[in-house]
């Protein structure tokens, strides 16, 4: 079946540090493919996302590429802040089919 | 848009009590709502999906008899944590699956449920 998988946590990185979280998946097929963020005691907001082969999903200064040759889809962000420390996941989902998440990383930006 | 609210946002109750959740689509129409359920520091456990005036779709080992959802619209489901106990505290969250979006779930903001 569909899985994901992230880089362990936690992270911790300082302020304006660069961030790569990295995400694998198995599937068949094209799945489209998720960064989810969530706030300490907040539900999930979509972070970014990428529906093909190639694509580049880009919001709030984090992007992630959809590479099929190597079926990641890393998560990157050029200077964090303090308000990036959250929980980030990584998921697909395919066709009719369930979302799939990965376990989570949390990520903690001291100032 | 594609707003999904949760009602209520915290709740605590006596062991043996059942507790109903609430999940509402705002401003769209949900083909399809899912309720997941999330331990302290880990991933999100799907626990069912359900679809407008049909029965709901229980993932493996999840009761049905325990956790009741009714879809009542296509913009409401309800989750009912039935003769609640203390194991069934956790964070509960819905999402929902907006027509046309291609696969893309809008998630609510969890409910934490305490049983004592």
């Known amino acids: 079946g569909n899985s994901v998988t992230q880089m362990e946590g936690p992270v911790t990185l300082s302020e304006e540090a660069f961030l790569t979280i990295n995400c694998t998946y198995t599937?068949?097929?094209?799945?489209?493919l998720f960064w989810y963020v969530q706030y300490p005691g907040e539900g999930l907001q979509l972070l970014l996302k990428?529906?093909?082969?190639?694509d580049k999903g880009s919001n709030k200064g984090f992007e992630a590429t959809y590479r099929k040759e190597t079926t990641s889809f890393h998560l990157e962000k050029g200077s964090v802040q303090v308000s990036d420390s959250a929980v980030y996941f990584c998921?697909?989902?395919?066709?009719?089919?369930?979302?799939?998440f990965g376990q989570g990383t949390r990520l903690t930006i001291n100032p | 848009g594609a707003v999904v609210s949760q009602h209520p946002s915290r709740v605590i109750c006596k062991s043996g009590t059942s507790v109903k959740i609430e999940c509402r689509s705002l401003?769209?129409?949900?083909?399809?709502m899912f309720w997941y359920r999330q331990f302290p520091k880990q991933s999100l456990m799907l626990m069912a999906t359900?679809?407008?005036?049909?029965?709901?779709?229980?993932e493996q080992g999840v009761e049905k008899d325990k956790f009741l959802i009714n879809h009542a619209s296509l913009t409401l489901s309800t989750l009912t944590v039935t003769s609640a106990h203390p194991e069934d505290s956790s964070f509960y969250i819905c999402?929902?699956?907006?027509?046309?979006?291609?696969?893309?779930?809008?998630f609510g903001p969890g409910t934490r449920l305490t049983v004592l």
């Open positions: 999402s929902a699956d907006r027509q046309g979006s291609y696969n893309e779930q809008f």
């Open positions: 998921a697909l989902v395919q066709g009719a089919q369930k979302l799939v």
């Open positions: 401003d769209f129409q949900a083909t399809t």
């Open positions: 599937a068949t097929g094209y799945p489209s």
């Open positions: 990428a529906t093909k082969a190639d």
């Open positions: 359900s679809n407008e005036g049909s029965k709901a779709t229980y």
